[in-house]
């Protein structure tokens, strides 16, 4: 079966700090990726999304970005944060086969508080 | 350009009272539809989807959802909620087919079960 992993799960940074968030997904080949950030418990920002190695999509201009150095690793990044940056973070995936009904599984999330 | 509506922030009810969570969407030719949960500090769970066929689909922990094409809703339901049922729901969608594979969220709706 499948399994996604995100971590780190709590952080808190400074401002001007970096960041990395690290996500992993076993068992399964090519999935498409996402991170969202979801602010005050409510709605999802999509941030970025991949459907392979080194093809990212950025949906919101910002001081993120993200990086797939492997097929089942995403990672989200930061040089320097800002206070608007503290959100609860989350990884997806899906299978990326075409024809996927596209249901999405999350990771437990990451939440990111920027002091 | 697709979008969901959930029109209610929240939604309460009586422990075993049925519950209604409404969900209305706009997407370019036939529909793919989901809902998922959420529980405090947690990454989003999948429930449900439809996809084609049978109008009422049936999802995990007694959830089902009634999909209905002329009104373009989506509602979730269950016969007799539970305490912990309380979490926040958010309904998606993505075109069945052409156009971006990537669902768009609702808001969400924050279910309150009261014992």
């Known amino acids: 079966s499948q399994t996604i992993h995100q971590w780190p799960a709590t952080l808190v940074q400074p401002v001007g700090s970096p960041l990395s968030l690290e996500c992993t997904v076993e068992?399964?080949?090519?999935?498409?990726l996402y991170w969202y950030r979801q602010a005050a418990g409510r709605g999802l920002q999509l941030l970025f999304y991949?459907?392979?190695?080194?093809?990212i999509s950025s949906e919101v201009p910002q001081n993120l970005s993200a990086s797939r150095p492997q097929d089942r690793q995403f990672i989200l990044s930061s040089k320097k944060l800002l206070l608007s940056d503290s959100g609860f973070y989350l990884c997806?995936?899906?299978?990326?086969?075409?024809?996927?009904?596209?249901?999405?599984?999350f990771g437990e999330g990451s939440r990111l508080t920027v002091l | 350009a697709q979008s969901v509506a959930q029109p209610e922030d929240q939604v309460n009810v009586a422990e075993g009272n049925p519950l209604t969570v409404k969900c209305t969407y706009s997407?370019?030719?036939?529909?793919?539809l989901f809902w998922y949960v959420q529980y405090p500090n947690r990454g989003l769970q999948f429930l449900l989807k439809?996809?084609?066929?049978?109008?009422l689909v049936k999802g995990s922990y007694g959830f089902e959802a009634e999909f209905n094409k002329s009104q373009t809703s989506f509602h979730l339901k269950k016969p007799s909620a539970l305490v912990s049922d309380s979490a926040l729901y958010f309904c998606?969608?993505?075109?069945?087919?052409?156009?971006?594979?990537?669902?768009?969220f609702g808001r969400g709706t924050s279910l309150i079960v009261h014992p």
């Open positions: 997806a995936w899906r299978l990326g086969l075409a024809g996927n009904t596209g249901e999405l599984f």
């Open positions: 068992g399964t080949s090519n999935p498409n």
């Open positions: 991949s459907i392979g190695i080194d093809q």
């Open positions: 997407v370019s030719g036939n529909p793919y």
């Open positions: 439809y996809i084609t066929g049978d109008n």
């Open positions: 998606a969608v993505r075109p069945a087919s052409g156009g971006s594979y990537i669902p768009t």
